[in-house]
């Protein structure tokens, strides 16, 4: 139909495949920045080798098209449809399932999906509910953007809820966070990028700090409140000393990233989920002059 932007099922299955592999071996910019700043500023011996020996995983990785590590992560698909887009969304959403178990299968990639009962694995980085499909609608033109992210259980078992209630304030939700970056230590291979959801139901809250976690480094929440939280947070975590793999240093984590949403006003709840320091994604982005591959 003139004037819309037909999507091509064929072309996500395909860009569903290219993007997990790329995600796994390719560390956007931002993150690369990221370290540069970190390293730069660390005044700890120990802590600059261990970044020192992690920029150059990045560099070997890239430069032997291999990947940033070697677990695959549980695959996180996220979908931005555009106004005047015309895709069915039952084949979209299978297109990204096959894209996912070819990448695994012709690349081809350890899957780490498996049953949550049996364990079994069908190596094909594919199960119930899996790969995570979001899908959210967006005030751009003849635009479908896909983001992949490959999310490691090491940096996803730094998960957590608490269901706070208002009485507890800001500074209850400042301490929630310290006491669990604290706990987590070393086990979500910092550097990291901690993600803080604010508000919402339970579920939304949780979502919003994996939306959070996985937000490009240098970008500010939207809520002016919550941005002037993400300064605090980050400046408190890395006053904390825990420093890459847990081992002492000023550089913790890359940033601490916010992201709210309104809620009942008997409660407040509070989530957190944590992006390791190999915090990778990829994005393709169709439009009508095409497919662009990138991050």
């Not at 070819?102 to 094909?124: D, F, G, I, M, Q």
């Not at 939304?204 to 809520?223: I, N, P, Q, W, Y």
Request: net charge negative; hydrophobic share 40%.
């Amino acid at each position: 139909m003139s004037g819309k932007l037909h999507i091509d099922i064929p072309a996500v299955e395909e860009a569903a495949k290219l993007l997990y592999i790329r995600a796994l071996k390719l560390l956007p910019d931002d993150i690369k920045r990221g370290f540069r700043r970190l390293d730069s500023a660390e005044t700890d011996g120990t802590a600059k080798t261990i970044l020192a020996t992690m920029i150059e995983n990045i560099a070997v990785a890239e430069k032997t098209d291999n990947l940033l590590c070697q677990d695959t992560g549980i695959p996180i698909f996220n979908v931005e449809i555009g106004r005047d887009v015309e895709v069915d969304g039952v084949e979209l959403k299978e297109a990204i399932r096959r894209g996912t178990a070819r990448a695994t299968r012709e690349y081809p990639l350890r899957s780490s999906v498996v049953h949550p009962l049996t364990r079994k694995n069908e190596h094909t980085s594919s199960g119930i509910r899996v790969p995570v499909i979001n899908i959210d609608f967006v005030d751009r033109p003849r635009t479908l953007r896909i983001e992949m992210i490959p999310k490691g259980s090491g940096s996803e078992n730094g998960s957590f809820l608490k269901m706070l209630i208002p009485a507890d304030g800001i500074d209850g939700i400042k301490t929630f966070v310290i006491d669990r970056v604290m706990e987590a230590g070393g086990k979500v291979c910092p550097p990291t990028i901690v993600g803080v959801g604010i508000g919402g139901t339970s579920d939304l809250c949780m979502h919003l700090a994996k939306v959070a976690a996985t937000r490009e480094l240098g970008s500010v929440c939207s809520d002016p409140e919550g941005a002037a939280l993400e300064k605090l947070l980050s400046n408190a975590v890395n006053a904390l000393g825990i420093g890459p793999q847990g081992l002492g240093g000023d550089g913790t984590a890359f940033a601490v990233h916010v992201e709210t949403a309104a809620t009942h006003i008997t409660m407040n709840p509070v989530a957190i989920n944590i992006q390791c320091h190999s915090a990778r994604r990829a994005s393709a982005t169709f439009t009508p002059s095409g497919v662009e591959i990138g991050f």
